[in-house]
């Protein structure tokens, strides 16, 4: 038996399902998540069990500056896809660059950081276990940073063509949303490695 | 793309059979559509469930009989590993990402995936994982001249991954061939998820969706959150290979143990990622061959959503005889006993279908039926082993690869087939033959008895699994004969099976749109269907879209 395939009943009157951007980011952003989860779970669970130093408490300070620097990243970049949304371009070119500013600025700070704990403490990721899990967990934060980094280098260096303009602004919604979350991990891994950790 | 050709062709060579080769090739190398996705997950998977099967027989002939010398202790580890990575990663998850693929798309009315270009990411991640880790035959001697492929079991517990005892590069062709293909798998469960959201036609509301469609969504939801962790652990693990790190070095203060927990936080949750779209296959066929509407929807989804969060809290009913707490053995023995009732839930809404209806005993059907009768019997087993004292009696014994080898073949593989004989017609425009269908059937349900009943008996009597041999006195000699025996009746029905596509591909009937007379929306298409799927966009009122074209004088949405 068959049918015909184009008789259909008339739609609803309403009819209107998210758009796949932000759902797909979503998902992502929920698997990663979860690789953050067990690294941070190996974090803790390795707290006080290094057979020999350094300990967190006599190598690590707290990573203020920096850590103000991406969580305002995260400010500026909401300002730049606001603008975007409103259509006005160059607003929109000055936040973003802004944004990817303050990421390399956080970048600088990890690699300051772990230039002075290698060097000067003799940390490094073969020392003991509080020095695999410290560089694996920054590390992967770090890289997430990179990645988001890099993407947003995409879009300035479009924007910079004029290949940027105010439809885009969904897609630049899509890449702050993964930027917010960068950021909130950085929350986590601050709270752990910074706080309890120490 | 089927539109898409190459420049050579359009310089009047079009006639050309070698270029007409070549431009097949291309199509089916660059495209991005859904339905030719699938075909590749599925022929991909069967690919190495041919050569899974033929791992499997090399340990089968091995333990035929007491001390036997068919191969070496280091081969048996090989092909054990191999064996069990090669079924889950590169059969398992490929061939029901591949259905998933080819029909969720189709039955929500949707004209692709919401990102057709990962999904052909997610596909070719996938195969070249799977070939990353089989040239570990090739490459992983590495310069100590140490082992080929990897040895450390499918589980790869630690210690036995570290470098002091798994020299040479096996280890790490597998730890990268499952962190690319998990990748790949990451991918498309995002984009199925997505899909779903995103992408269902005008109508098709979440309580209206096929429960395949739940099902797969479910499946897809929870491979995001469990396939992660496995990736994490390979980073570690790599990190402990290449970069000297200590996670799982126990000199150093590190935890063997841990490796097990995040191992099983992925494992076990991914045995259900594997069946739940086997249940997807049997809500779908079952009623068609029933001739009746499924019974208990809105119980069956409510029962798959339970089962995928259940599922995250149980993986450590694997490690009970590691010595945990026995607030931990309690609490992973409570878990796991309740996922029982929303699987119970499952089985008695299947049985409410099949109650009272005007049953067609076709080729799917039957496998759907096997299935039925083989997963109960395997349930019930997992209850067994949930208990933990009993667990620690035959914890690491043939019992247990008895228990999940009746799931995952009595229960995964047989739905499988079902759905491969459900679907074929649509996917190709022609029948499988359902003579050669019932030689398969039956070959393969007397293979699988002969070889998984017997196989919890020496579990019983104390055989110990991954041993590759044993002693003559043990008194597991004649059940380890009839387990092998009964790899040559499984080995002839897939043998008929291949035959039967092959055969029925060239000269099979011809299958028109709808064959079983089905209501969901894949049928309601050409066979197989165009590359846009829908010329015009479906709008559906009901849960059975079809049943309402057909019954015009009686449709469902007069009843919701």
Redesign the interface.
């Known amino acids: ?12 009157e309403t ?1 209107r ?4 951007g932000p ?2 980011m979503a ?2 952003i ?6 953050f ?3 941070v779970v ?1 974090y803790l ?2 707290l006080g ?3 020999t130093g350094p300990q967190p408490k006599d190598v690590l300070e707290f990573p203020l500056l920096m850590s103000l620097c991406l969580f305002s990243s995260s400010a500026t970049i909401t300002f730049a896809v606001d603008a975007l949304r409103k259509g006005k371009l160059g607003a929109f070119r000055a936040w973003w660059a802004a944004t990817i500013a303050l990421a390399v600025a956080f970048l600088a700070g990890t690699g300051l950081e772990w230039r002075h704990l290698i060097v000067d403490k003799g940390l490094t ?2 020392t ?2 509080f020095g ?2 410290y560089y ?1 967990l920054v590390g ?1 934060h770090a890289f997430h940073v990179i990645v988001g980094t890099l993407f947003f280098l995409v879009v300035l260096g479009l924007a910079l063509a004029g290949r940027v303009a105010r439809e885009h602004a969904e897609r630049t919604h899509v890449l702050a949303l993964y930027w917010h979350f960068v950021d909130a991990v950085w929350v986590v891994v601050l709270t752990v490695v910074y706080v309890i950790g120490r | 793309m089927s539109s898409e050709s190459l420049p050579l062709a359009a310089a009047g060579a079009g006639t050309d059979r070698r270029l007409r080769w070549l431009e097949t090739l291309h199509g089916w190398v660059t495209t991005v559509d859904h339905k030719r996705l699938g075909i590749l997950y599925v022929v991909y998977g069967i690919v190495f469930l041919a050569v899974g099967g033929v791992e499997a027989t090399i340990m089968r002939i091995q333990l035929a009989v007491p001390n036997n010398h068919f191969v070496t202790p280091q081969v048996f580890n090989r092909m054990m590993t191999m064996h069990g990575t090669t079924m889950v990663f590169l059969v398992g998850v490929p061939i029901l990402f591949g259905f998933a693929n080819y029909l969720v798309p189709l039955m929500i009315g949707a004209r692709d995936m919401a990102f057709p270009r990962l999904n052909a990411f997610g596909f070719w991640a996938t195969a070249f994982g799977g070939l990353l880790l089989y040239f570990s035959f090739l490459g992983g001697e590495g310069l100590y001249g140490a082992g080929s492929a990897p040895d450390v079991g499918w589980f790869a517990y630690a210690p036995l991954t570290a470098r002091a005892f798994s020299r040479g590069h096996s280890t790490d062709y597998w730890t990268l061939a499952i962190f690319v293909m998990g990748l790949g798998t990451i991918g498309t469960a995002l984009n199925i998820v997505t899909t779903t959201v995103c992408l269902r036609c005008p109508g098709m509301k979440l309580t209206r969706m096929p429960l395949l469609v739940w099902m797969m969504v479910t499946m897809s939801a929870m491979t995001l959150v469990v396939m992660t962790p496995l990736s994490a652990a390979q980073i570690m693990l790599s990190i402990d290979r290449y970069l000297g790190g200590h996670f799982f070095d126990t000199q150093a203060g590190g935890s063997a143990v841990l490796w097990q927990h995040f191992f099983w936080i992925f494992g076990h949750p991914e045995v259900y990622v594997l069946i739940i779209p086997g249940f997807a296959f049997v809500s779908e066929i079952l009623p068609v061959f029933s001739r009746k509407a499924i019974f208990g929807y809105p119980a069956m989804v409510a029962a798959t959503v339970g089962i995928g969060f259940l599922s995250m809290g149980v993986w450590a009913h694997h490690m009970f005889t590691v010595g945990m707490s026995s607030h931990a053995n309690t609490f992973f023995a409570l878990t796991t006993m309740a996922v029982g009732i929303p699987t119970g839930i499952k089985i008695f809404n299947w049985l409410g279908t099949l109650w009272g209806g005007k049953i067609r005993f076709a080729v799917p059907m039957l496998f759907c039926l096997g299935f039925l009768f083989q997963f109960l019997i395997a349930g019930l087993t997992g209850i067994m082993l949930a208990s933990v004292p009993f667990d620690w009696q035959l914890s690491d014994s043939y019992f247990v690869v008895a228990h999940f080898h009746y799931v995952l073949i009595g229960g995964l593989v047989m739905t499988i087939f079902g759905a491969i004989y459900y679907w074929f017609p649509k996917a190709t425009g022609r029948m499988l033959s359902e003579r050669l269908g019932r030689w398969h059937f039956w070959l393969f349900v007397i293979g699988f008895h002969l070889t998984f009943d017997t196989m919890h008996i020496p579990g019983m009597l104390g055989m110990p699994r991954r041993i590759y041999t044993y002693e003559a006195d043990r008194g597991w000699g004649v059940f380890n004969l009839i387990c092998t025996l009964g790899v040559v009746f499984q080995g002839v029905a897939i043998l008929i099976f291949l035959w039967n596509v092959a055969r029925s591909l060239a000269k099979g009937k011809i299958a028109g749109n709808d064959p079983w007379d089905a209501w969901t929306l894949e049928w309601v298409v050409t066979s197989p269907p165009p590359a846009y799927n829908f010329a015009k966009v479906p709008v559906v009122q009901s849960r059975r879209p079809l049943w309402d074209f057909k019954h015009p004088d009686d449709p469902d949405w007069k009843y919701e």
Do not use: H, Q
């Open positions: 038996m068959s049918v015909r395939a184009d008789a259909w009943p008339r739609p609803p009819w399902l998210p758009s796949r759902v797909g998902c992502l929920l698997a990663e998540a979860a690789i989860t067990i690294f190996a669970f390795y069990k290094s057979a990721i073969r003991n276990l695999t899990t694996s992967l």
